[in-house]
């Protein structure tokens, strides 16, 4: 059975010392950014990426730290390394990591994603509902997990 996970990030802001907090939003916004990339396998950009290199790109732009490869999430019992697990897409935020069992995205909020999807999609936007895995299923069944491993450095901040 192939599960995916939501590390959330959206529901805190995180801030460097000193520096002002970082919203889930802006991490959808800044990875929707790379929207038309290309995709190259174990690649972590700037222009071209795999999935895991692409979540790891685009959350180290605001010092937080992600796995190197979308095994270092893809059971529950690692999601807990990055967060608490959940249940429900309804409580995911824009910001926050999916996880499919072979697949990472960015969760950008309405049940849509960014990733770097394969060599010929490139970075794009697809539904979640839409995600197939390697044999093809749809939507493979998944699990959420609420946020999240930072480094010391950074200090968690709750918006709501």
Request: glycine letters at 10%; charged letters at 20%; aromatic letters at 12%.
């Amino acid at each position: 059975l192939i599960t995916a996970t939501v590390i959330m990030l959206g529901t805190f802001a995180f801030a460097a010392i000193g520096a002002e907090p970082v919203k889930g939003s802006e991490v959808a916004a800044f990875a929707s950014s790379f929207e038309g990339c290309g995709y190259q396998y174990a690649s972590k950009g700037p222009d071209k990426f795999d999935c895991s290199g692409f979540v790891y790109y685009v959350l180290g732009n605001f010092g937080i730290k992600a796995g190197n490869s979308t095994a270092d999430y893809n059971t529950k019992e690692k999601a807990k390394n990055y967060g608490t697990v959940i249940d429900n897409i309804e409580d995911a935020l824009p910001g926050d990591i999916i996880v499919w069992g072979s697949h990472v995205a960015v969760y950008l909020g309405d049940g849509m994603n960014i990733s770097a999807l394969n060599s010929n999609a490139g970075v794009c936007v697809r539904e979640v509902s839409d995600f197939r895995d390697k044999h093809g299923v749809k939507n493979p069944s998944h699990f959420f997990s609420f946020c999240c491993y930072l480094p010391l450095a950074l200090l968690l901040i709750k918006t709501r």
